[in-house]
């Protein structure tokens, strides 16, 4: 186990690898899903605002 | 066509009546080289080694400075608006126009390159193929360079944009001016360097008018 | 006004109904693929007889690479497509494609330079493959930079359309051009990243990884292409709403509204 964390000889380079690429993949996933939440509450919110407005699809 | 030569008169002659705006980029191209030598050590041999790249990149540097004139002044006060309503096609005139602005920047960075050459030790070989890669390697920048103007017309801190969207295009350009001088320097073959400027420069001619004036029709809509 | 409002969103909504069946597909994708593969090129491959363990590193670098231009060549196209079908959510593909190419591209270049160090001595060589992927990190932050500099949005996406197109042209001009003047300067040959010859063993996790790396690209697109029509559609009740309340008959008796506010 201790080899395969060791890498040859090379973890200084290998492990960085992985986790910049996995910082920057999960900050990505991460942005996205936050605003895709952001988005939908934020369309909800104004949609029930909308009919309660009663400015349905064909009323204005 | 005479629209064109018209366009082309007036540039020419606002250019001239604004004969500071192109001197500037001389001076600035000057001053530019003349600071490396501070920067590096006043090595003759390492200087006459990079002289080529110095200069080359300076120029690129300096042509790029008077590209906000390309069409700002024009767009500014209507006159763009009355050029895209003459008959000769929009295509054409930015061509012309383009070739006004090497016409007042390119050319006269060419001819003014070997002067400068000779400050970091750039003399008799190679110093007419920095003429020639800079003859007909600047009307590729100034093609470009007008894409990147129209396209950036009305924008928020549109100098650096230009900068910014320009430069990494004109890579081609100054991979194979540089490769030409070096070539002239170390004996190699010159001729494959110039034979691509030129193909660059016929590309250009042939594809940036088009995208500059649907950026300039972006702009007048 | 709202028949036309609505009208304009159709085709979004065609949209939105598509990407919404692919986007489950595409992350489950993504945890198979990327599952295996990281299974396979960590554990189960060799290691390379020159570059030892450190070709491991290739299993997040290549993929990013092939991603960096697949996302440039992506984005491309919908501008293309934008430009000649005027089709309202090729723009936004567009946009989106751009931040997630980019971050691909920044990507490959760190592990590019983790991966050089070792090869090669130094973090960065100027090699012809990274050095083309720098430019194309500087196209894709001209693109977004063009995009965001207007004051009328709708004007920086039409200049950003027409840029990510002469970008494209230039792409393999200028990788060309790199190629040609690193094998002039650098005639001894440096180990190049990802070798001429490959062994199967690392195949298999390579195109695994690069499955999962498309896939990836493929959620993170539909799903961030979905909100950006939702904002949109939020701004657009917002606007009708806030018209409503400010020109409504009981608030604005008088009509006295259009000239009290210049």
Not at chain 2, 2 to 16: E, F, H, Q, Y
Not at chain 3, 112 to 123: C, E, I, K, V
Not at chain 3, 217 to 240: D, G, P, Q, W
Request: proline share 5%; hydrophobic share 55%; with cysteine.
């Amino acid at each position: 186990m201790n080899a395969f964390f060791d890498m040859g000889g090379y973890a200084a380079f290998v492990w960085p690898s992985y986790a910049v690429t996995a910082v920057g993949l999960v900050f990505l996933i991460a942005t996205t899903l936050l605003r895709q939440r952001r988005a939908r509450t934020t369309l909800a919110r104004l949609e029930a605002e909308r009919d309660a407005a009663g400015l349905g699809h064909g009323q204005r | 066509m005479n629209t064109l030569l018209g366009v082309l008169a007036r540039d020419l002659k606002l250019a001239i009546r604004q004969i500071g705006d192109a001197t500037t980029v001389l001076v600035f191209f000057t001053i530019a080289v003349a600071l490396f030598p501070f920067g590096l050590g006043p090595d003759p041999v390492l200087l006459k080694k990079i002289a080529p790249g110095i200069l080359w990149v300076t120029a690129l540097l300096a042509a790029l400075l008077s590209l906000d004139r390309l069409f700002e002044a024009d767009h500014a006060d209507g006159t763009l608006e009355q050029l895209a309503l003459s008959p000769a096609p929009l295509e054409a005139i930015v061509a012309v126009k383009a070739l006004a602005h090497w016409l007042t920047t390119g050319l006269p960075l060419a001819l003014m390159a070997p002067l400068l050459g000779i400050l970091l030790g750039l003399t008799g070989e190679g110093s007419l193929e920095l003429v020639l890669s800079l003859l007909i390697g600047t009307p590729t920048i100034s093609l470009i360079g007008a894409v990147g103007a129209a396209v950036t017309l009305g924008a928020r801190r549109s100098g650096v944009l230009v900068a910014l969207l320009i430069l990494p295009l004109t890579i081609p350009v100054l991979i194979f001016g540089v490769g030409a001088v070096d070539a002239a320097i170390t004996a190699l073959d010159v001729a494959p360097h110039l034979a691509f400027l030129g193909a660059l420069l016929a590309g250009s001619l042939a594809l940036t008018p088009w995208a500059s004036a649907a950026a300039l029709r972006l702009a007048l809509r | 006004m709202s028949t036309n409002v609505f009208h304009r969103y159709a085709n979004p909504t065609k949209f939105i109904g598509l990407a919404s069946a692919i986007i489950p597909f595409a992350w489950g994708l993504t945890i198979l693929l990327g599952g295996y593969g990281l299974y396979l090129g960590l554990f189960n491959s060799p290691a390379d007889y020159q570059q030892g363990e450190t070709v491991r590193i290739m299993y997040v670098h290549v993929p990013a690479a092939w991603m960096a231009l697949g996302c440039y060549t992506t984005m491309a196209i919908a501008s293309a497509i934008a430009i000649i079908w005027k089709h309202a959510v090729a723009d936004l593909i567009a946009e989106e494609t751009a931040v997630i190419g980019a971050t691909f591209t920044v990507l490959c270049l760190v592990t590019g330079s983790l991966w050089g160090q070792p090869m090669w001595g130094t973090w960065w060589v100027w090699d012809a493959r990274l050095t083309s992927m720098l430019v194309l990190l500087f196209l894709y932050l001209g693109f977004m930079a063009l995009k965001n500099a207007f004051d009328d949005p709708q004007r920086g996406t039409q200049a950003a359309r027409l840029i990510a197109l002469v970008g494209w042209i230039n792409v393999p001009i200028i990788k060309y051009s790199v190629e040609w003047w690193n094998t002039l300067h650098q005639p001894a040959a440096v180990a190049r990243l990802d070798g001429p010859t490959i062994h199967p063993d690392m195949l298999t996790p390579l195109l695994l990884m690069g499955g999962a790396y498309m896939t990836l690209f493929t959620a993170l697109l539909l799903v961030r292409v979905r909100s950006h029509i939702m904002e949109r559609r939020a701004r657009s009740i917002a606007l009708a709403l806030a018209e409503a309340r400010g020109a409504g008959p009981d608030e604005d008796p008088a009509g006295l509204r259009d000239g009290a506010t210049p």
